[in-house]
């Protein structure tokens, strides 16, 4: 379905308060939102399956302020970053590391799909900055594009670039330090 047919269905919600529209958009994006969840929580299932409902709450009660501008699974994952980053908050959770920007660094993401190393991936995801690992999330996980990713972050598309690139830097010294050469990465 595109967004026109998500347009249709949250046309539906809004004007006839049709559940089952609104259930037909959740089965289309909740393995999306929850695997956002999963990578943000470092594999928590159970906090991500309890953020991802709460998205979903909270996307169904203000599906009327859906204005159409963006996509709609745009405007449901900066919903869902709202959640989290809200959650990160009340838990003081966003106590990452912060390291100086340093250029050029070549960061291969295949090795979270073709290598069994998941754990590492979420364990270096720990170092990084609340905002560097949202945006390295959305970009290499999730495979937003950088312009999407700063609709989604409410920033400029020069600080999503920003946040990339940090983070990028620390998973690569993170995998340098831990004994990856840089053939594995």
């Not at 909270?58 to 159409?68: E, V, W």
């Not at 364990?123 to 609709?151: D, G, N, P």
């Not at 920033?155 to 999503?160: L, M, N, S, Y």
Request: proline content about 1%; overall charge positive.
């Amino acid at each position: 379905m595109d967004n026109s047919g998500d347009l249709l269905l949250v046309s539906q919600v809004v004007l006839f308060n049709h559940k089952k529209s609104f259930d037909k958009l959740v089965k289309k994006y909740q393995s999306q939102i929850r695997r956002f969840f999963l990578n943000l929580t470092l594999g928590d299932k159970e906090l991500s399956d309890d953020l991802s409902q709460e998205t979903f709450i909270k996307a169904y009660i203000n599906i009327a302020s859906f204005k159409g501008a963006a996509r709609f699974s745009t405007w449901l994952y900066r919903i869902a970053y709202n959640v989290f980053y809200d959650h990160s908050r009340s838990k003081k959770l966003s106590n990452f590391v912060n390291e100086d920007l340093n250029e050029g660094i070549d960061f291969n993401f295949d090795i979270y799909r073709n290598l069994n190393i998941s754990m590492d991936i979420k364990e270096a995801l720990k170092i990084l900055r609340h905002e560097e690992r949202t945006a390295i999330v959305l970009s290499y996980m999730e495979e937003h594009s950088h312009k999407r990713i700063a609709i989604i972050m409410k920033c400029p598309v020069g600080t999503v670039k920003s946040y990339i690139l940090r983070g990028k830097e620390k998973l690569y010294n993170y995998f340098k330090n831990s004994g990856y050469d840089h053939a594995k990465i």
